[in-house]
């Protein structure tokens, strides 16, 4: 495996890989038996060092993600080298794809397993909403980021929805405030986020 | 390249680790700065310890509002007080905080001990790192690079005070390294505050979640819960049970959770807007029967909040 290999796929493991390097490992891991087994001993020893139990299952979604970002191609009409020029757009790309490997695999690892052990803070660390979204590829990510929402609305809907969320920001954001000052580090401060402060 | 290749190193240095027992190396926090969890303890005591007032400067976009905050240590209690100098000048106090109530976010920045017993805490959500820092409000200054290690949070740039711990300065840092938001002080005293000849229009008495607080929650008829959340929130609320809200922190962020149960149906959609680090995300829906509005409001990203919409359900 080539040191440029070693290095696209560190990049990917942490999750800070460029669509170039993604696509590289894509199109090699098809082949490539080594390659294959050294992302799997990277996440174990990753997984292993960082106090998470290590899992026995061993799930390659390697594929699937090659044929999302084949279908998503196909659906665009956009190439690669079209996507490059738009930096925003195919940056959000290759991090929705990298987040579909990366949380896709944990994910799928932790069904049946509580891999940080503290199941009784956080509320039910299943698969649910995330895998769904997120395995369809990289567009709902990317749209998320965006202006756009996702769910395409008639037009009526879609500003009536935005000013509901505006009056929703201003009815509940004291509330919000109330709680944010008692448990994050700024003090009082998330009350100056306040539009208009109610005695 | 160097960064690649540094990364390289680290890499074969956790596969020769592999080798290892399993046991030996599954203690300890890879990749977790001690130092910079040291400062990130400090600075959270320091917030309700420490004496002192200033200038504050809050950046959202184009927007900048300009406050005055004072924070006093009288014996086993603190007092907090947020003035606006600019837009509807607004006085928040807080009186009489006992020092010995830690709420749950200031508790997941308190590691302490926890880490060298191998309990990661917010080092499995955040990369932290420590960085020669600037001189804000006449402060010499320690800069904590915190980065997210997933995307359902923000990354954010503080400046702590060096002698004090003190937060002085916080930049929110969005995805493509944008900046949402900056808080900083443009002065700073740790010597009593002097009176002040600030009009105030509001005064609003901080609330806080004792038992018999004057404010009554608003209920809503049917239980719910928020069956996902990003690995690290936790409720800030003791007892949830029928509130229309729900509040969760990670430590550093913050978000809150709105149930509307509506008396008619209502065309299913999503909205959203944002201030700085604020998103707030409403989506009408149907809940088993039950048209409701869900709002999210908070210091996450979008995708997050409304992953956060999705999964509320009713209580079984």
């Known amino acids: 495996m080539s040191e440029k290999m070693r290095e696209s796929l560190s990049a ?15 199109k090699q891991v098809e082949g490539d038996e080594e390659l294959r087994l050294t992302w799997a001993r990277y996440n174990m020893a990753r997984d292993a060092l960082s106090g998470h139990q290590l899992s026995s299952l061993n799930v390659d979604i390697s594929a699937r993600v090659r044929d999302a970002i ?8 956009v190439g690669l080298r079209q996507r490059l020029l738009r930096p925003v757009a195919s940056l959000a790309v ?20 509580d891999p940080y052990g503290q199941g009784a803070q956080t509320v039910a660390a299943s698969a649910s909403p995330v895998g769904l979204v997120n395995s369809l590829g990289a567009t709902t990510v990317q749209a998320s980021y965006g202006n756009q929402s996702v769910p395409v609305l008639q037009p009526a809907t879609h500003t009536a929805y935005r000013e509901l969320a505006r009056q929703r920001m201003q009815k509940y954001m004291q509330e919000h405030a109330e709680h944010a000052a008692l448990n994050s580090p700024q003090g009082l401060i998330p009350f100056a986020r306040v539009a208009e402060i109610r005695e | 390249m160097l960064l690649a290749n540094m990364r390289y190193g680290r890499l074969v240095l956790l596969s020769a680790a592999l080798a290892l027992p399993v046991g030996a190396s599954a203690s300890g926090c890879p ?22 007032h200033g200038v504050v400067t809050l950046q959202r976009g ?51 001990k926890d880490l060298h017993a191998g309990n990661c805490g917010i080092a499995n959500y955040y990369r932290f790192s420590v960085a020669e820092g600037e001189r804000i409000a006449g402060r010499k200054a320690v800069r904590i690079l915190i980065q997210p290690r997933d995307m359902y949070r923000y990354g954010y740039v503080m400046e702590l005070d060096r002698e004090t711990g003190l937060l002085l300065k916080t930049q929110t840092v969005g995805r493509g390294d944008k900046v949402l938001e900056k808080f900083q ?12 000849a600030t009009q105030v229009n509001v005064v609003h008495q901080a609330q806080h979640p004792h038992p018999g607080a004057a404010n009554s929650p608003v209920l809503v008829a049917t239980r719910w819960e928020v069956s996902w959340l990003p690995h690290g929130f936790m ?42 680090g604020t998103t707030s995300y409403t989506r009408g829906m149907d809940l088993s029967g039950q048209p409701v509005l869900i709002t999210v409001i908070g210091e996450v990203p979008i995708n997050t909040a409304r ?8 209580a079984q």
């Not at chain 1, 290759?94 to 397993?113: F, R, Y």
């Not at chain 2, 990749?31 to 002192?52: E, F, H, T």
């Not at chain 2, 004072?70 to 600019?86: F, I, K, P, Y």
Request: charged residues 20%; proline residues 2%.
């Open chain 1, 70 to 77: 084949a279908a998503q191609g196909a659906t665009d009409a």
């Open chain 2, 31 to 52: 990749g977790a700065d001690s130092a910079a969890l040291n400062w990130l303890d400090k600075m959270s005591r320091s917030l309700y310890q420490v004496s002192y």
């Open chain 1, 12 to 26: 990917l493991l942490d999750n800070e890989a460029n669509e170039m390097e993604l696509q590289r490992v894509l």
């Open chain 2, 185 to 196: 002080f443009a002065s700073l005293s740790y010597a009593p505050e002097q009176s002040s």
């Open chain 2, 235 to 276: 409720s800030t609320d003791s007892a949830a049970g029928g509130t229309a809200r729900r509040t969760y922190t990670d430590g550093l962020a913050v978000f809150s959770v709105f149930l509307e149960e509506l008396g008619r149906e209502i065309r299913p959609g999503e909205g959203v807007v944002r201030s700085g």
């Open chain 2, 307 to 314: 992953m956060v919409a999705d999964s509320v359900a009713w």
């Open chain 1, 94 to 113: 290759a991090a929705s794809v990298a987040a579909t490997v990366v949380i896709g695999g944990q994910q799928l690892a932790q069904i049946g397993s």
């Open chain 2, 62 to 112: 184009d927007d900048m509002q300009v406050m005055q905050v004072s924070h006093a240590v009288d014996g086993e209690n603190s007092s907090a007080r947020l003035t606006q100098l600019t837009g509807q000048g607004a006085q928040v106090e807080r009186r009489d905080h006992p020092l010995h109530c830690v709420h749950p976010g200031h508790k997941l920045l308190q590691l302490g």
